[in-house]
């Protein structure tokens, strides 16, 4: 035991947990495939039946940002349900009087979230494309806005666990968890522009980190010189906050008993 | 001295005192069994000793680590086998053993050999390929048990390790555990059977309602809660009520036999001798028509201790008998 060192100890320790995590995904294929097809009915949905080009010229070319967000927003929600059945099974337990360390097992959710996004972004992207979904920016700016779109998943992902861990219910925080991905992704400017929401709703699209991922990812994605600075900046300070305020919250409840 | 350590531990959840003072010790190479009826603190014993959760006060340590301030410690030593089998069902039994080896820092070079070794003892060589949802609720349990073992920890928990086990799969379990304690590990187990802790274990703490109400090795315990049930059998249904009337003016408890005419009195070593009580039957014309004198059952001696920690009962000093 002494060869290992603690970082490779624990890079090995996250690894095992990771790949556990993904095998759920390889051998339950279905699961993963509804994180798909729930994006794709709300992306026919908006192109073929609300037809919102009454409204917005072009509006796939507008609602496809929202759309990504709705798709790793509602992803990173499951990380949390998932979390919670292992805390409501046992499984939390077995793994805590394993020496390894305690936060581990929470990097590797977090983790794990990262990679499911990795593939889910893609699939939606070729899905809009299908359907008329044009992009401008060059690939560098694709791969930003996607950076950007993980880093979205990965504070929602930090949210849903939160409420795993503090409910530690299946059925409150898959019921909260999506809730708050259907809010956060809709009372956005993801799918509308915010003037034209009642004002008494306009200040919380306005600090909803959804609404700066979607201005940027709009800009990167649709437009091939278009400023975006001030949105990447705003997005990142508006996840950052998020962060900050739930990872200390999920942290400190995972050390406590969780029976 | 890698063993187990526990001093006047409580630990209560809500209004509920789950632990009310608890201590006892043990040591390598010894079985100790945690014995007591559901909700008398054995697994909130376990939980604290395997730092998933903190006691309120007192103190505990595990193999020479408090369990506490040096939990990480704690984990690198121990081994728990919890009361509900938590297996990821989409993994197979060879990919779950694995994984928990690695998890444990079993060297690499020696997981494969590891891993067969305990599928073997277990008997599960046949379905290590097989996923673990499609296993029975057995093997899914030997399963538990096998990773639990992974790296050879010097302290094992078992919380109640027979639940759900066929009586080849519990044998092969406790050979197992046997095994261990006599390659020195320290082994603690929880059980609310008696019989499991008179085969398995060197010392027995009794818990009732999160306190210990007896210690000692398995025969200690059977000689201290070693009483004579006399039982009778009387000519007719009334004959049986008088005699029942009658052993108790002489201060001794009876219970209702198997049939009507029957009658089991409870001896007390300090109460009347055998001859006494018979004799004072035939005074009181009592027609006996059998007498068997027989040992209580280790669950009937169980009982009775347990009868004894009711606190409704515990009008006179607590433990006083003990």
């Known amino acids: 035991m002494t060869m290992f060192t603690p970082v490779a100890r624990s890079i090995a320790d996250l690894s095992t947990l990771v790949r556990r995590n993904m095998l759920r995904y390889v051998r339950r ?19 073929y039946v609300l037809g919102g080009e009454l409204l917005i010229p072009d509006y796939i070319q507008y609602f496809m940002p929202g759309l990504f967000a709705l798709a790793v927003v509602t992803g990173s929600a499951t990380i949390g349900i998932e979390l919670a059945e ?3 099974s046992g499984v939390v337990d077995s793994l805590r009087v394993l020496p390894i360390t305690r936060s581990a097992f929470l990097a590797a959710r977090a983790i794990t979230d990262v990679a499911k996004n990795v593939l889910i972004i893609p699939l939606v992207g070729v899905l809009g494309v299908a359907v008329g979904f044009h992009l401008v920016g060059s690939p560098s700016r694709i791969i930003l806005a996607a950076v950007l779109l993980l880093a979205l998943g990965w504070m929602f992902a930090w949210i849903s666990m939160t409420i795993a861990l503090w409910t530690r219910s299946v059925d409150a925080t898959q019921g909260l968890a999506l809730m708050l991905a259907v809010v956060f992704s809709f009372v956005s400017s993801g799918f509308a522009p915010v003037y034209t929401m009642p004002s008494w709703l306009q200040p919380f699209v306005k600090v909803n980190p959804v609404t700066h991922v979607a201005s940027a990812v709009r800009a990167l994605m649709t437009t091939a010189h278009g400023p975006v600075a001030h949105n990447i900046l705003s997005s990142l300070i508006s996840i950052t906050v998020v962060l900050v305020i739930m990872i200390p919250l999920a942290v400190t409840r995972y050390a406590r008993d969780l029976r | 001295m890698a063993g187990i350590e526990c001093q006047d531990l409580r630990k209560a959840y809500g209004d509920v005192q789950a632990l ?13 069994a945690l014995l007591g009826p559901n909700g008398s603190g054995k697994t909130t014993t376990v939980r604290i000793l395997t730092t998933l959760t903190t006691p309120d006060s007192g103190w505990a340590r595990v193999a020479d680590n408090d369990v506490v301030r040096e939990a990480p410690h704690v984990r690198e030593a121990i081994g728990l086998t919890a009361q509900e089998t938590v297996i990821d069902k989409f993994l197979t039994g060879k990919e779950y053993m694995g994984g928990v080896a690695q998890l444990r820092h079993v060297p690499r070079g020696d997981r494969a050999r590891e891993t067969a070794r305990l599928l073997t003892e277990f008997e599960l060589d046949e379905v290590s390929r097989a996923r673990v949802g499609s296993l029975s609720g057995g ?7 096998a ?22 799969s519990r044998k092969c379990l406790w050979d197992a555990i046997r095994r261990r304690a006599d390659d020195g590990a320290t082994v603690l187990l929880t059980t609310a059977y008696m019989e499991e802790a008179d085969a398995l274990s060197d010392l027995v703490v009794v818990l009732a309602r999160g306190r210990v109400i007896a210690t000692g090795t398995p025969t200690e315990l059977k000689d201290d809660i070693d009483r004579r049930i006399l039982a009778l059998t009387l000519a007719d249904p009334d004959q049986a009520r008088k005699a029942a009337a009658t052993t108790a003016a002489l201060g001794l408890s009876s219970t209702a036999g198997d049939t009507p005419e029957a009658l089991d009195v409870l001896m007390l070593r300090s109460g009347p001798p055998l001859l006494a009580i018979l004799q004072r039957l035939e005074a009181e014309g009592v027609r006996v028509s059998d007498v068997i004198v027989r040992r209580p059952t280790l669950d009937e001696a169980f009982l009775q201790l347990l009868g004894q920690a009711d606190p409704i009962r515990e009008d006179k000093p607590q433990e006083a008998s003990l």
């Open chain 2, 139 to 145: 093997m899914r349990r030997r399963l538990d048990l």
């Open chain 1, 86 to 88: 292992d805390v409501s």
């Open chain 2, 20 to 32: 009310d003072g608890v201590s006892f010790a043990s040591e390598a190479g010894k079985v100790l």
């Open chain 1, 29 to 47: 294929p279905d699961v993963f495939a509804i994180l798909v097809i729930h994006p794709l009915i709300i992306l026919l949905l908006l192109r």
């Open chain 2, 147 to 168: 990773a639990s073992l992974l790296g050879q920890p010097s302290v094992l928990f078992f919380d109640e390790p027979s639940t759900g086990l066929d009586p080849h």
